[in-house]
């Protein structure tokens, strides 16, 4: 069973986002989803200071497996990268909620987050997988 965070919010694509009181938001992938990848191999992560938009494709990870493109689950301007996974991808795996973050954005439209599942739902998203 993948661990679901209860405080935050996840996209159907299986980002999950983590939002502060400045409204960065935090994006990564979920335990579900690097599960499913398998060993994490290589990141390639959005450019700083990018703008991005909701349900855009704008990093990608590669696995033993496969390769998948990570979706920006909000609207926004990329403010910082995880730089870390570049010499260390298999972070993702050990950690996809604390140092596996992939990058974070300044929120243009917080109206988006609503779109988002909560953690039960998100539950039941990966059930019906």
Known sequence: MSKIIEDLRYAESHEWVSVDDNGVATVGISDHAQEALGDIVFVELPELGATVN?????AVVESVKAASDVYSP??????EIN?????APETVNASPYD???FFKIAISDE???DELMDADAYADH???D
């Open 83 to 87: 730089e870390a996974l570049l010499d």
């Open 126 to 128: 990966c059930d019906d």
């Open 54 to 58: 909701a349900k855009e494709e704008v």
């Open 74 to 79: 909000l609207s926004g301007e990329v403010t």
């Open 99 to 101: 140092n596996g973050w």
């Open 111 to 113: 109206a988006e987050l």
